[in-house]
């Protein structure tokens, strides 16, 4: 069974920094090409950051230069370091898994929340 965990989230003040984990079990992680998306209440989710299995990274405009997204196949797990934290990046932060590039994402985490106060 396929599973994806994230963990790290919490309350900050704006400018501060978190770091948010997701770990993956029940298939082979290095061949994922991951994505973290985020879902505030009222809006869309959007995707935030997506690196591929060979490390190539793309974010969205307005994370690009805040955020930066990692992986450690050894440890099944993909990081998103955020810093510089504005109170419109509150949100349910989700990762997700897909096996092809461009395709949907097959696999997805609950969720962590993250709250930037003012």
């Known amino acids: 069974q396929v599973q994806l965990v994230e963990s790290g989230g919490g309350l900050v003040q704006a400018g501060g920094s978190l770091r948010l984990a997701c770990a993956a079990s029940?298939?082979?992680?290095?061949?994922?090409?991951m994505g973290w998306f985020r879902q505030a209440p009222g809006k869309e989710r959007e995707l935030v950051a997506r690196i591929s299995w060979g490390g190539s990274s793309t974010y969205a405009d307005s994370v690009k230069g805040r955020f930066t997204i990692s992986r450690d196949n050894a440890k099944n797990t993909v990081y998103l370091q955020m810093d510089s934290l504005k109170p419109e990046d509150t949100a349910v932060y989700l990762c997700a898994g897909r096996l092809k590039p461009g395709g949907t994402y097959d696999y997805w985490g609950q969720g962590t929340q993250v709250t930037v106060s003012s």
């Open positions: 029940g298939l082979t992680f290095s061949s994922l090409n």
